[in-house]
């Protein structure tokens, strides 16, 4: 079982260009949720994909936007990219959704530097 | 508005003693709280789960408390040893959503 696995490893973006990171869940999973993870923080959740839709949203302005596949893989999309939108974007699958505290399995991360 | 606050940036703990870890929070009732693991360079790594009605949760060295009338969980790593050296993440959800709040984090270095 590879777990969850994200793509790229590393991007480094200018300031008002876009950005798209990928994600595929852990074998068995089906939703999947996105963070952004400044240094020194702790993971802000974005938004939480499942059946195709997005189902739950953090305070993020419409610049970050998502979209889940039939295989469940996710992607994340960042339009006109900001100096503070660097960071570790990181993405979480779990099991099933409606809350409940499901255990979320974490990928390694991309770590986005906007210059 | 909802704040998580974990005790320390930074806590040193000798080898082999135990190490207890806070999380407090504010203007939040969570139907659950969850501690994570996060080295370097890495994604957390889920350690342990306590729902609201439970008081205490045990896996292997680790136990964690749920207070939800002080608003307060503790962590503790017993016979701690240098490779638990790492940063703590507390999280807390309710029942109806995902929206999982994270903490800051506390990194804990065990010291040999």
């Known amino acids: 079982d590879a777990g969850v696995t994200q793509s790229p490893t590393h991007l480094i973006k200018t300031r008002g260009q876009q950005v798209t990171l990928r994600c595929s869940p852990k074998?068995?999973?089906?939703?999947v949720s996105w963070y952004q993870q400044a240094l020194g923080q702790g993971p802000q959740f974005i938004f939480q994909y499942y059946e195709e839709e997005e189902r739950q949203r953090g305070n993020f302005p419409d610049r970050f936007s998502g979209h889940q596949f039939p295989n469940y893989s996710s992607e994340l999309n960042v339009n006109a990219l900001l100096l503070g939108d660097s960071a570790l974007y990181l993405c979480?699958?779990?099991?099933?959704?409606?809350?409940?505290?499901?255990?979320?399995?974490f990928g390694p991360g991309t770590r986005l530097t906007v210059t | 508005s909802q704040k998580i606050e974990q005790n320390s940036e930074a806590l040193n703990i000798q080898e082999g003693k135990t190490a207890t870890l806070t999380c407090n929070y504010t203007n939040y009732s969570p139907a659950y709280l969850q501690w994570y693991r996060q080295d370097p360079g890495r994604g957390p790594v889920f350690l342990l789960l306590i729902r609201e009605n439970e008081k205490e949760k045990r896996k292997e060295r680790l136990k964690v408390t749920f207070d939800t009338t002080l608003k307060q969980s503790l962590f503790h790593i017993t016979a701690s040893q240098p490779a638990d050296s790492a940063t703590y993440l507390c999280?807390?959800?309710?029942?109806?959503?995902?929206?999982?709040?994270f903490g800051k984090g506390t990194r804990l270095h065990i010291l040999p």
């Open positions: 979480a699958s779990s099991r099933g959704w409606r809350g409940g505290g499901n255990e979320q399995y």
């Open positions: 074998s068995g999973h089906d939703t």
């Open positions: 999280a807390l959800g309710g029942n109806r959503d995902d929206k999982i709040i």
